[in-house]
């Protein structure tokens, strides 16, 4: 399978803009030998790592750059890569093709990346409704619709009279029995409190929705690090799920300070992005826990079991 580079990527600006290191790793998505069909597939670090001898802190760099161009999407949990514009570019689809990335991604996890890549394929099916493929298309559609709503089930209709509609939290609870808009099945969510239980301001004591909580998270880092890293799906999602284990507004906002406190210390600013920060559980006990360790000189260094040795 041979992967297609428009001759119009070295007019982009945000192209241009980039290192030479991370120029070469969109290169690299766009034409190695693991990449899917559909632009979507599996791609574990080691194996960019291996290919293309790009390691350690500038491959973090790298991909940190192209997420926040928009130009992919990256889900540390699942190890899945989203070039953003690989359909618009490779746009000579023929059947077999076609189903092939439909068998591709039934066997992928696209939690992180899923509501961007259907975007993508929605599109597709707007603007290419004549197209003779378009039904493996809306089937495409499907599948990760269905991955969607086994995730959260957001975008949400009311069942008989119950109200909460979009998904705004009751009590302790976020939309009580809601269904899932498209083919997902009835489903009763209730989601742990480590949402719902936080102590939010606002008028009354009144908790904020999720969105805001997480919005307020992700604006935390940004105020932190001085940067204007964008509210992607993905960052949506870490967010959301570091909030289900557990952790409470005070203690991520705590994890930020000390990570970006660390990060800038050590001129390491790669660590600062939100696909590092908000990673795992881990990430984020490490970075509260962590304690600055200082040579005679009084300079803090890095030790091998810090929460700053991510690679």
Same mark, same amino acid.
């Given at each position: !399978?041979f992967g297609?580079?428009n001759?119009s990527?070295w ?6 803009k980039?290192s030479?290191?991370a120029r070469l790793?969109?290169?690299?998505l @766009?034409t ?5 069909i559909?632009?979507?597939y #599996?791609l574990p670090l080691?194996?960019i *790592?291996?290919?293309t001898g790009i390691?350690?802190?500038p491959?973090t ?5 192209? $997420? ?9 949990d699942? =190890?899945?890569?989203?070039i953003v ?7 000579h689809?023929n059947y077999k093709h076609?189903q092939?990335g439909?068998? =591709?991604?039934q066997?992928l996890?696209?939690?992180?990346v899923?509501?961007?890549?259907k975007s993508?394929?929605s599109?597709?099916i =707007? ?8 039904d493996?298309?809306?089937e495409?559609l499907t599948?990760v619709e ?5 995730t ?5 209709q009311p069942?008989g009279?119950? @109200?909460?509609t ?10 009580i ?12 969510i209730s989601?742990?409190?480590s ?5 939010e ?5 009144e908790k904020?929705?999720?969105l805001e909580?997480?919005? *307020?998270?992700?604006?935390?880092l940004?105020?932190e ?7 992607t799906?993905?960052v ?5 799920a570091?909030?289900?284990d557990g952790f409470?507004k005070e203690?991520?906002? *705590?994890?930020?300070?000390?990570? $970006?406190?660390?990060c800038?210390?050590?001129? $390491?600013p790669?660590y !600062?992005?939100p696909?590092?920060?908000f #990673?795992n ?8 826990s ?5 040579q005679n000189n009084g300079k803090i $260094?890095?030790?091998d079991?810090?929460?700053l040795?991510?690679l």
């Amino acid at each position: !399978m041979f992967g297609k580079v428009n001759e119009s990527l070295w007019q982009d600006s945000n192209f241009i803009k980039l290192s030479e290191t991370a120029r070469l790793l969109y290169l690299y998505l @766009l034409t190695n030998k693991h990449r899917g069909i559909l632009g979507v597939y #599996r791609l574990p670090l080691a194996y960019i *790592e291996a290919d293309t001898g790009i390691k350690g802190k500038p491959l973090t760099q790298a991909l940190n750059d192209l $997420v926040d161009i928009g130009y992919i999407e990256y889900d540390n949990d699942n =190890e899945v890569v989203l070039i953003v514009k690989y359909l618009q570019i490779n746009n000579h689809y023929n059947y077999k093709h076609i189903q092939g990335g439909i068998r =591709e991604i039934q066997e992928l996890k696209l939690s992180n990346v899923s509501k961007t890549f259907k975007s993508i394929i929605s599109k597709i099916i =707007e603007t290419d409704a004549n197209q003779q493929n378009i039904d493996e298309f809306k089937e495409i559609l499907t599948i990760v619709e269905q991955q969607i709503g086994n995730t959260l089930a957001i975008d949400c209709q009311p069942i008989g009279n119950t @109200l909460a509609t979009d998904c705004q939290p009751i009590g302790n609870t976020l939309a009580i029995d809601c269904q899932p808009i498209g083919n997902g099945l009835p489903v009763s969510i209730s989601i742990s409190n480590s949402i719902s239980n936080s102590k939010e301001g606002g008028v009354g004591g009144e908790k904020k929705s999720d969105l805001e909580l997480v919005k *307020e998270i992700h604006q935390k880092l940004c105020d932190e690090s001085g940067k204007n890293f964008k509210l992607t799906e993905a960052v949506k999602t870490s967010i959301r799920a570091r909030l289900n284990d557990g952790f409470t507004k005070e203690e991520i906002f *705590e994890a930020i300070e000390k990570q $970006v406190a660390n990060c800038k210390e050590n001129n $390491v600013p790669q660590y !600062m992005h939100p696909s590092t920060v908000f #990673r795992n559980t881990t990430s984020i006990e490490r970075a509260i826990s962590y304690q600055p360790k200082k040579q005679n000189n009084g300079k803090i $260094v890095i030790a091998d079991d810090d929460p700053l040795n991510f690679l």
